[in-house]
């Protein structure tokens, strides 16, 4: 039975770091056709702007989530899928940019990606959700990997991980959230079950300790959890140009999960960014000082 239970953790393990790793394949593509989230990666308004936007969105989020009319629930879904739209058709161009000829891989990439979301929206299956959130995440990870310093990478992932402390142990909207995303079949998260009978779509998200533990078949881990962490391992790469350093990063992320896979297997809710983040800055600050004495790339 403990084994079964583990089975999740490691396929969310694995699914973070192949996100990693298309995110570092994607970034290259975008840096050569000069696709970024922002013109300058020292402007300190990048970093006001992210926080302004996650802030805005949350709640909205949890203002539309909350309401009882079904209309809110539709145009929610319509944000969202639209969102996912755009970072998927940047990531498949990416990967189609690799074997195609720019003259297929525009179109393809919007045929694609429209297919995807229209499947998304009649069938958000667990597999579906998994296939679109891992080339949608890496994307975004591969986009403001590129197109931030590495001191306000650092800084976003501190201040994203107290606050998503914050909303997980003491506010709780965070989990407030999560159950919204679940129940509404919102593809934001990724997905792994513990046996391939589970049905995403007829789930619901579990309220009690027990339930997290014995009653559901699947473990969930958010977008943004994918996300944050892995931009530092982008952008130490393409600002630092140091493998051993990105593999390092990519190590500490790993780790940190692992501290964060075996609290969350005794039923509680946890938040993931302390452990993630934590875990990509403390590979960071230990690797930089063994590899070059200092803070590599840490320039404003």
């Known amino acids: 039975m403990k084994s079964k239970r583990l089975i999740p953790v490691f396929v969310i393990a694995a699914m973070l770091l192949l996100s990693q790793f298309m995110a570092l ?11 970024v989230a922002f013109e300058e990666p020292s402007d300190p308004m990048n970093l ?15 203002f539309i989530s909350t309401r009882k009319n079904r209309s809110f ?27 195609l000829s720019p003259e297929l ?27 679109c959130g891992l080339i949608a995440a890496s994307s975004a990870v591969a986009l403001f990997g590129i197109s931030l ?46 046996n391939l009978k589970y049905s995403f779509r007829s789930s619901k998200f579990p309220t009690s ?8 078949n699947a ?6 959890d994918v996300v944050i962490p892995s931009m530092l391992p982008v952008g130490i790469y393409y600002g630092v140009e140091s493998l051993p350093l990105t593999l390092a990063v990519i190590i500490g992320i790993l780790v ?28 960071y600050l230990i690797g930089s000082y063994c590899l070059f004495g200092g803070l590599a790339g840490f320039s404003l």
């Open 25 to 35: 394949f994607m970034a290259r593509s975008f840096s050569e056709v000069e696709v």
């Open 48 to 62: 006001i702007t992210i926080l302004v936007s996650i802030a805005l969105i949350t709640l909205l989020f949890l």
């Open 73 to 99: 629930h539709k145009l929610l879904q319509g944000i969202i899928f639209f969102a996912l739209w755009m970072l998927l058709y940047y990531g498949l161009f990416a990967i189609f940019s690799f074997f």
């Open 105 to 131: 891989t525009g179109p393809l990439s919007i045929i694609v990606s429209v297919m995807a979301i229209v499947a998304l929206w009649i069938h958000p299956e667990w597999y579906l959700i998994d296939a």
């Open 149 to 194: 310093s590495i001191p306000f990478i650092v800084v976003l992932l501190v201040v994203l991980a107290v606050y998503d402390a914050i909303s997980v142990y003491k506010t709780k909207h965070m989990i407030m959230l999560a159950k919204h995303t679940v129940d509404l079949n919102l593809p934001l998260m990724l997905v792994a079950p513990s």
């Open 209 to 216: 300790p027990q339930e997290k533990k014995e009653g559901q």
């Open 219 to 224: 473990m969930f881990a958010g977008l943004g």
């Open 256 to 283: 940190g999960f692992g501290v964060l896979g075996s609290q969350a297997l005794k039923g509680k809710a946890q938040a993931g960014l302390p452990f993630l983040n934590g875990g990509a800055i403390l590979a």
